[in-house]
């Protein structure tokens, strides 16, 4: 589900699933997890690039097909499993660069706010649809949005649903570099890795462990938890079934 290169001291994680845009199911999650925290101890790496396979999509979120019809508890066991991916590469001592190109949505759009830099294409799209699906981002979203963007922006971006181009993800604060071409992305995402990769790795860590931004666990147990009451709820499920039926989800609508 996800292939593993280096270069250097630098390490390329693909997650390649192309026909279903690199959607992140629980296998996926686990091999980027497990990928990560290996290079703890690895000191032949110096930082990491994610990048998705294709021209399409970084990962244009949560597999659906793995969610669909889940109970609340499982429910709740996938989108732990999704924060402990996306927190490991928050926590990671190691950098780790999101190369992105194409569609960056929903869980993918997490995956991308976990990391330490973010370098995208002009041809990138960036959005939190499930307000759509009537679902909640659950990967940590609804905490590490607000700390790279602001509140204003971060709520719009949720409440909303709505997609912003690569030039709108730059002027918000969530990249690192204004957008470049798809080639030249490519280029200056490897050439960032390979300049942090030279660097001292205690002092990079260093930096990361200053730098991190410190929120509380419950604060990430509070969103799972109503990200699995979400996804298990009729509109929830109703939300994910029209998404895949391509038409618009017929919700519930609560009398006054």
Known sequence: MIETSQDGRVLTIEISRPEQLNALNAQVLREIQDTVEGTRHDTSVGCIVIRGSGERAFSAGADLDEIRGLPVEDAQAFIHAGQRTMSAIADSVVPVIAEVDGYALGGGFEL????????ASSRSRFGLPEARIGCIPGFGGTQRLAMSVGKPAALLL??????????RAWQIGLLSVPPLAPADAA?????????????????TANILDAARPAFAAAALDHEAA?????????DGQEGIISFAERRAPVFEREES
Not at 112 to 119: G, I, S, Y
Not at 158 to 167: H, V
Not at 188 to 203: D, K, M, N, P, V
């Open 226 to 234: 109503l990200a699995a009451i979400s996804i298990a709820s009729r």
């Open 158 to 167: 949720m409440l909303g649903g709505e997609r912003i181009d690569a030039d």
């Open 187 to 203: 280029t200056e995402a490897r050439r960032l890795a390979e300049l942090i990769a030279a660097g001292s790795r205690r002092g």
């Open 112 to 119: 991308m706010l976990a990391c330490h830099l973010v370098v």
